[in-house]
C-alpha cells in the first residue's frame, strides 16, 4: 500500500508540474516568502480564477500552503515537502532557467 500511495503522490506532483504557468508560480514562491494571489496574478499576466484554479492544483499536490488574508489567500511552498520532493521541484525549476525558460 505504502508504494500505491507514493506512485499516486508523485503522479500528483508531476502533474501540477506540467502546467508553465504553474512551475512560474512556484518559481516566485520559491525564495521561501509568502506571496499574496494578486502579487502570483500581477506577475504572470492572468486572470484571479486562472490563479486560483493553478493554485489549487499546487496546494493539492502538497506543494504549497495558503492562508487568508482579508480578501486575498497568501501562498508559499510547503515547508512540510521532503527533501526529496524539494530536490525534483529545484531541479526542474533549474533546468528551465539553464534552457533560458524563465519562469517568472
Known sequence: MRREAYTT??????????DSTRRSALAILWDGGE????????????????????MKILREAGLVIDRRDAQWVRYRRNP??????????????NAEKSFGLETA
Open 9 to 18: 503522490a508523485m503522479q500528483q506532483i508531476l502533474n501540477a508540474l506540467c
Open 35 to 54: 506571496h499574496c494571489v494578486c502579487e502570483l496574478m500581477d506577475q504572470l499576466e492572468v486572470s484571479q480564477s486562472r490563479m486560483s484554479r493553478h
Open 80 to 93: 512540510d515537502m521532503t527533501p526529496e520532493i524539494m530536490a525534483v521541484i529545484s531541479a526542474v525549476l
